[in-house]
């Protein structure tokens, strides 16, 4: 008897915790869409559904380590301190260099090194330009004209730097999910175009504060944005490319139209490329493409600029390569849907497109 009633309670409760566990499972819309894609792609060309998703795809887009991205510069703050403790003619320098000497300023997270460097040459420019060198000892003068020539060679290492903060690097990783559909996330894209602009104008404009620095990283902190589109470049492409094999597979196999003529198999799979490629996915392959154009010009604007660290320099270029297979991939598998409409005289333009009536692939 006591066995007849646990049976019943214990169904109900491994069925209420599968549904706990289920809903705390996140969902994924844009690989579901992908996903349901191919597999009324595969049933349509009467094909073998793809293989799944390989996670191992994305384990490959791994930034370099800290240690890789974080460059080191001379320690000068002892000469530097030396060099100007008798010296009353540049009180903003002398405050600038008891703020590097203090506890704090010794672990400055990278963008107030950066602040703090670009303020320090402004500074030393300035006293050098406001003292003249007869007022000092031609040896005060030689020195401190190479202090700042060091600091300025040694300021792209500093805005390199920012690339190994949390905030960057979260960027540059991928996101457990890719970019959602429907969802329009920008703000990132503007702090990396800003990020890119500071470095064009490194050497030429006024040094920021850190609060501004802070601000222009702040965004990147707030979002995964950056790691969701670098794991939908993966995706899409992965989805493309296993589509694009799936026409070319039954042009190979067995073509759709043999007399060049409309079947009803060709139609059910014009109606998967009008419903579900040009309906749904297509739509967001624009939204991700719209957003990875705008990506892939601030990254070429980085890639330009001097003094990376090579370990950065290789990641950029293998980002840029991710970005090129995606735009392939599309042109690929529209060629392929072209190709597969146009031998069965359904393609746009041709006189089965219009008398093609929708045909449901629930």
Known sequence: MLKRLLNPFL??????????????????????????????????????PPPAFDRQLLLALRPPA?????????????????????????????????????????????????????ALIDELQGCLTHTRPHTRSNDWHSELTSLLR????????????????DELRQQLRFAEHGTPP???????????????????????M?????????????????????????????RLTYTLEQGTQLLSQRATDKPLCPIGKPTPQARIVQNVMVKYYAGQLQPY???????????????????????????LQGYLAELDQRWQR?????????????????SCQLAPGQSGWQSSAPIDQR
């Open 326 to 342: 995606l735009e392939h991939a599309t042109q690929a598998h529209v060629q392929a849907w072209q190709d597969t409409l146009r």
């Open 182 to 204: 429907n969802v329009n996330q920008t703000q990132w894209l503007d702090s990396l175009t800003s990020l890119a602009e500071l470095g064009e104008q490194l050497h030429s």
């Open 11 to 48: 169904i109900s409760l491994l069925v209420a915790s599968g549904l706990l566990l289920g809903g705390c499972q996140p969902s994924d819309p844009a690989a579901d869409l992908q996903a349901d894609y191919l597999s009324r792609m595969a049933r349509a060309l009467e094909q073998a």
């Open 285 to 311: 392959l624009a939204q991700v493409s719209q957003q990875a154009q705008q990506w892939h010009t601030q990254l070429a604007r980085l890639r330009r600029l001097p003094n990376a660290p090579l370990a």
């Open 66 to 118: 800290k240690r890789e991205l974080r460059q080191s510069a001379a320690d000068s703050r002892i000469s530097l301190l030396n060099l100007l403790v008798d010296t009353a003619d540049c009180p903003r320098l002398r405050v600038l260099i008891s703020e590097r000497n203090s506890v704090l300023g010794k672990v400055m997270q990278p963008s107030h090194q950066l602040a703090y460097e670009m």
């Open 206 to 234: 006024p040094a920021p504060s850190a609060a501004s620095l802070d601000a222009l990283l702040q965004p990147l902190a707030n979002t995964e944005a950056g790691g969701q589109l670098l794991h939908s470049l993966v």
């Open 150 to 165: 060091r600091k300025q060679q040694e300021l792209p290492l500093h805005y390199w730097n920012l690339f190994a903060s």
